[in-house]
Nanobody
Framework: QLQLVESGGGLVQPGGSLRVSCAASGFTLDNYAIGWFRQAPGKEREGVSC????????AYDDSVKGRFTISRDNAKNTVTLQMNSLKPEDTAVYYCAAGLFRQCLLSPLYEYDYWGQGTEVTVSS
């Protein structure tokens, strides 16, 4: 009943941009902390960005800081990750997650209560 669905992934050349979105059903995202995570082939899942449910504060992994932006659209019950200046090392399956806490957390992953199925992002020439 409670689900998150990611969309917007695809194939893009280095230096390009993509916007991935996370839509909720069965609950409203504005009461949850939301995180974006990614998992590249052969790698562990890692935190990319998060946004709090209290004051809207955000955090970014150093690898994406200055290139990615996380935001909420409460009217659409979605959270979006805008990805600019994409690099081949950004290639991964991107997941969104919602947690019953107010802080912005990039780890540990088990703190998050709900996870989407992921959307694939490939950055390649």
């Amino acid at each position: 009943q409670l689900q998150l669905v990611e969309s917007g992934g695809g194939l893009v050349q280095p230096g390009g941009s993509l916007r991935v979105s996370c839509a909720a059903s069965g609950f409203t995202l504005d009461n949850y902390a939301i995180g974006w995570f990614r998992q590249a082939p052969g790698k562990e899942r890692e935190g990319v960005s998060c946004i709090s449910s209290s004051d809207g504060s955000t955090a970014y992994d150093d690898s994406v800081k200055g290139r990615f932006t996380i935001s909420r659209d409460n009217a659409k019950n979605t959270v979006t990750l805008q990805m600019n200046s994409l690099k081949p090392e950004d290639t991964a399956v991107y997941y969104c997650a919602a947690g019953l806490f107010r802080q912005c957390l990039l780890s540990p992953l088990y703190e998050y209560d709900y996870w989407g199925q992921g959307t694939e992002v490939t950055v390649s020439s």
